[in-house]
């Protein structure tokens, strides 16, 4: 890594820990800054403080004292959940103190060159399309970011021979100054987390910042079927990219004649495509855009499309048993996440929903539950709203039930040979399970015992 010299010998502020705030505030330390953490847990249940202060970083639990923010402060760095209007943050903004996210320090210390993707969806499944492509090409890739992985963290062993592929949402670029990714990846743009940003005008700008510091030397690849991205990219100074599933694009990505056409380069049918829906048909063009650009090998790109099962929890291929096809689709916890869920498939679907009860309508499902579901089992807080909704689609066969695995069991033996059955709650999953994961990571264990009773038949 970089061992720069911006930030020794000053006093720097680490709002929030986390697994962020921690390696943001190692990082520091290591490049010779004043640290003092700050974070609301208190200490005695604060193991990352705790670990911090074995390393001498100063640490203040179980509060944000605002005399934190004073005259001796050279920056602030907050992790990306801690929200602008927070009293810490606004009392820096006004002292016109630099306040950065992770990511900023990521950018100063990679000695790799990085691709940035944002977007309201597809993310998550785009970054890792990406890091899938690269990989037996000219440079060995890095995953980091809001995938999972901090990104300061996975800059300190990058090097010139890697490329760092880092998934970004707007909390972590409103934080930046300088960060350039080489190549930006801009998916979508719908209205989304305006709770914490106010307004969408703001969320926008955050998102702009993806590529507001490039250079006529970079690349900005964009959603050309998106108006509010198309509109947006026209601010942006480096080589613009479009990618589309609706019209045919000479310099980009896009569907001619049923082929997925990459810089005029034919890749392979649109069909072959292993990952369902249109939404996963514009990801994929936009990541072998950006990895054929980065130096991906196009037999690596067209090996990944075919057969990529997805990102864990977002529609990610479970396997088939006597003609069944299960889909794993837990990270879908509201209604709109669903609806592209059931979009995707041309085939009959068996649908699994249901958990916490915030109160919230399902009529929204109606007109997709009418046109492409079968069978629906709904269970958990909210199952009889579920049920209700598949009344007013005219669903042919509705069940409720108490649990997933009921659910999932009574899904697989009121299924026929062709049908997909699909996890796609439409809730959020904190009636009966911690995270949307282990929701998922239960569907999955049934789903295997159901294969494994069958083949033993």
């Known amino acids: 890594m970089k061992m ?110 990085m691709i940035g993707i944002t977007g309201s969806n597809g993310k998550t499944t785009t970054t890792t399309y990406i890091g899938e492509m690269l990989y037996g090409g000219e440079k060995e890739p890095l995953l980091a970011g809001n995938i999972g992985e901090v990104s300061c963290g996975v800059a300190q062993q990058a090097t010139t021979q890697h490329e760092m592929v880092v998934e970004l949402s707007s909390f972590q670029l409103m934080g930046i100054e300088t960060f350039t990714p080489r190549i930006a990846v801009f998916l979508n743009l719908v209205e989304a987390h305006i709770d914490y940003h106010g307004s969408m005008d703001e969320y926008m700008n955050a998102k702009k910042n993806i590529f507001l510091n490039q250079s006529d030397s970079d690349y900005l690849i964009y959603n050309a079927d998106d108006p509010l991205v198309s509109d947006i990219v026209q601010e942006a100074k480096a080589e613009l990219i479009p990618f589309s599933t609706k019209v045919t694009i000479q310099n980009g990505a896009s569907i001619e004649d049923g082929w997925i056409k990459v810089f005029n380069h034919r890749l392979m049918e649109a069909k072959e495509l292993s990952l369902p829906g249109e939404h996963n048909l514009s990801n994929a063009l936009a990541a072998a855009t950006a990895a054929i650009l980065a130096g991906g090998k196009v037999d690596q790109v067209k090996h990944v499309l075919r057969t990529f099962a997805g990102v864990k929890h977002r529609l990610e291929y479970v396997g088939e048993a006597v003609g069944r096809s299960f889909y794993n689709n837990s990270k879908a916890t509201n209604v709109p996440a669903t609806v592209t869920a059931l979009r995707a498939f041309k085939q009959p679907i068996v649908l699994i929903a249901g958990g916490l009860d915030r109160g919230l309508s399902f009529d929204g499902l109606i007109p997709l539950l009418s046109e492409h579901v079968s069978k629906i089992v709904s269970y958990g807080e909210t199952k009889e709203a579920i049920a209700e909704a598949a009344r007013k689609a005219n669903v042919p066969f509705i069940k409720t039930v108490s649990s997933l695995e009921e659910a999932t069991r009574l899904a697989f033996e009121k299924s026929v040979s062709g049908e997909v059955i699909l996890l796609s709650p439409a809730c959020a999953s904190w009636d009966q399970f911690r995270t949307f994961e282990q929701r998922g990571d239960e569907f999955t264990r049934v789903v295997k015992r159901i294969f494994n009773e069958n083949l033993q038949e």
């Open 4 to 113: 720069i010299k911006k930030f020794e010998e000053k006093n720097v502020l680490v709002i929030g820990l986390a697994k962020s705030g921690t390696e943001a505030a190692r990082l520091l330390h290591k490049l010779g800054a004043k640290v003092t953490v700050n974070d609301q847990k208190p200490y005695e249940e604060n193991t990352q403080a705790q670990e911090l202060e074995k390393l001498g970083i100063s640490v203040v639990c179980g509060s944000h004292p605002e005399n934190l923010i004073n005259k001796t402060v050279d920056y602030v760095v907050k992790n990306p959940g801690i929200r602008y209007d927070h009293p810490l943050v606004v009392k820096a903004i006004d002292m016109k103190l630099p306040v950065y996210t992770e990511v900023e320090l990521a950018y100063l210390i990679s000695e790799a060159e």
